[in-house]
């Protein structure tokens, strides 16, 4: 569990008299470009839902009964692209470019409780679930040490992140479909303290509102083909007064089960799935840098597969994702791995 950025001064020959005039000028020029450079809170925000957390059916409401599904993920990225997409590579300053290394290792620990009710609501099962999470440090950290220029940072710790809650989880359920609708919210309760290369939280609140449905062409539904959008909206962030621009994310997946023995038992799953976020609003405060604020997008597809012990309720699940696509942003793989269990 690391995370660590590299940059490195190239130094090539100037027309300077003598080695003492040069390096002024190397000095002063880098000072004078990073003085007038966005700083760590003037850079673009990122939200808290992360589309490559959630397996394929996930997002809908299983049957009543308490769940428990701990969430081991993995964000690996070493390529930082700007607003056109194009890679960064190395930043001009008026004297020397400054070489630009991304390195950044994201390991997020998500142990999730959920509990669906025995009863309904408007003919749709009711349930609940909260997501406390521990991580190494948060992408969003990372993004504003990249994009600080000239900020060096080579941090490991672990610790609490932000609480995810979604308290309203409504979902349908018929021989061809599900559809669920729930509105959650994360609480800025792991560590943040303003300029950190190493916060694992955001220091803001998020209200999300979430969508997401499922078609069956079989009514034993071991053939799910689901669709799921997410919106977020921010609040302020703690300590700066900068408003991240609300995000919108699309996650499809399709998913088979597989029997591998006569009793039907064990089953495999195999699948494909993706996502897809945009910021659909800029930043706004009067911290804002106006030069540097603009929307950022990542695309992602990979796949996925799970072994399932229907006695116990049991399963495991593992997918991959490529990202592609960035822009304002990092762009990597995500890896997860998934243990749950029914009760």
């Known amino acids: 569990m690391h995370f660590t950025f590299q940059r490195l001064v190239d130094r090539p020959s100037l027309t300077c008299r003598g080695p003492v005039n040069q390096i002024l000028g190397i000095f002063f020029g880098i000072l004078c470009f990073l003085l007038s450079s966005p700083g760590p809170a003037q850079t673009g925000e ?27 993920a993995s964000y690996n990225a070493d390529t930082f692209r700007n607003r056109k997409g194009d890679k960064v590579n190395s930043i001009n300053t008026p004297v020397a470019p400054l070489k630009v290394e991304t390195d950044v290792d994201v390991f997020v620990i998500a142990p999730a409780f959920v509990w669906v009710s025995p009863w309904e609501i408007m003919g749709a099962r009711y349930g609940a679930q909260i997501i406390p999470t521990f991580g190494n440090t948060s992408v969003q950290a990372s ?25 309203l ?29 190493d916060n694992i939280g955001l220091g803001f ?19 799910a083909v689901t669709l799921a959008g997410t919106y977020e909206i921010h609040s302020e962030i703690e300590d700066v007064n900068i408003t991240p621009g609300d995000r919108v994310s699309l996650n499809w997946g399709i998913s088979q089960y597989l029997p591998l023995n006569d009793a039907n038992s064990i089953l495999l799953e ?11 609003e800029k930043d706004s405060g009067s911290d804002v840098n106006r030069r540097f604020n ?24 593992f ?6 696509g960035a822009e304002a942003r990092f762009e990597g793989q995500f890896y997860t791995v998934t243990i749950g269990k029914g009760f």
Do not use: C
Not at 144 to 149: A, E, L, P, V
């Open 46 to 72: 990122l939200g808290h839902y992360a589309p490559g957390l959630p397996n394929i059916r996930d997002l809908l409401v299983p049957d009543p009964g308490f769940y428990f599904l701990q969430y081991l």
């Open 143 to 167: 993004l504003r040490t990249q994009t600080g220029f000239g900020v060096e940072a080579d941090e490991s710790q672990f610790g609490v992140g932000d609480l995810y809650v979604k308290p």
């Open 169 to 197: 989880w409504l979902g349908w359920e018929g021989a061809h479909y599900s559809v669920a609708t729930g509105y959650g919210f994360y609480a800025p309760v792991g560590k943040y303290d303003e300029g950190d290369s």
């Open 205 to 223: 609140w998020t209200h999300e509102f979430q969508l997401a449905t499922a078609w069956y062409p079989w009514e034993h539904k071991g053939t």
């Open 270 to 280: 195999v699948g494909a799935l993706g996502y897809s976020q945009w910021q659909v």
């Open 294 to 317: 603009v929307k950022d997008q990542v695309h992602a597809a990979g796949g996925q597969i799970g072994l399932t012990y229907v006695p116990w309720k049991a399963f495991m699940v």
């Open 319 to 324: 997918h991959g994702l490529q990202e592609f």
